[in-house]
T-cell receptor, first 111, second 112 residues
Framework: AQSVSQHNHHVILSEAASLELGCNYS??????LFWYVQYPGQHLQLLLK??????LVKGIKGFEAEFIKSKFSFNLRKPSVQWSDTAEYFC?????????FGAGTTVTVRA | DGGITQSPKYLFRKEGQNVTLSCEQN?????MYWYRQDPGQGLRLIYY???????QKGDIAEGYSVSREKKESFPLTVTSAQKNPTAFYLC???????????FGAGSRLTVL
């Protein structure tokens, strides 16, 4: 079965700082990769996804992620965070008919 | 608007009682899922259903039960056998041909 590792449990940043969250999955082959975000008090929602093609994927709100097959990684980045990016971020990989999620990273952006 | 409705949003239960969480979707999705979210553990899959009248156990099914009698509904029962039921429960659905899940707003269960 697929498993997903997220390296950071809690990240605290100041506004305008750059953000990078690590995500590794357990085995290769054809992979689809996802980042979901949960803003305080809101639904879990899709931030971005990779299915095929360009390994650099653009998502909503200025986020991007890079798929590096040789490293089994799909790290999430944002060059300059805002206070409104405070949220919990989850990396996810399909595993048979279900989606396996990482443990999540809580990002706190200080104004 | 299409989406997933979970109810109740908050629920308190005494130990030893069963409780049922509702999940309804009007997206015409075939697959539905129940996840449990705990701090520092991410989302763990309880049960999933790919089609009406069929469902499979996920990674942490013990102490839970589900039914899928209608396409739009996938209720979850948290039984008294679940040793640590206090958690945030998320329902999701998925359309055919895609791995993207749509989530409900969640139900927070607290056992007193």
């Amino acid at each position: 079965a697929q498993s997903v590792s997220q390296h950071n449990h809690h990240v605290i940043l100041s506004e305008a700082a750059s953000l990078e969250l690590g995500c590794n999955y357990s085995y290769g082959g054809t992979v689809n990769l996802f980042w979901y975000v949960q803003y305080p008090g809101q639904h879990l929602q899709l931030l971005l996804k990779y299915f095929s093609g360009d390994p650099l994927v653009k998502g909503i709100k200025g986020f991007e992620a890079e798929f590096i097959k040789s490293k089994f990684s799909f790290n999430l980045r944002k060059p300059s965070v805002q206070w409104s990016d405070t949220a919990e971020y989850f990396c996810a990989v399909p595993d048979d008919y279900k989606l396996s999620f990482g443990a999540g990273t809580t990002v706190t952006v200080r104004a | 608007d299409g989406g997933i409705t979970q109810s109740p949003k908050y629920l308190f239960r005494k130990e030893g009682q069963n409780v049922t969480l509702s999940c309804e979707q009007n997206l015409n999705h075939d697959a539905m899922y129940w996840y449990r979210q705990d701090p520092g553990q991410g989302l763990r899959l309880i049960y999933y259903s790919q089609i009406v009248n069929d469902f499979q156990k996920g990674d942490i099914a013990e102490g839970y039960s589900v039914s899928r009698e209608k396409k739009e509904s996938f209720p979850l029962t948290v039984t008294s056998a679940q040793k640590n039921p206090t958690a945030f429960y998320l329902c999701a659905s998925r359309g055919s041909g895609a791995n993207v899940l749509t989530f409900g707003a969640g139900s927070r269960l607290t056992v007193l």
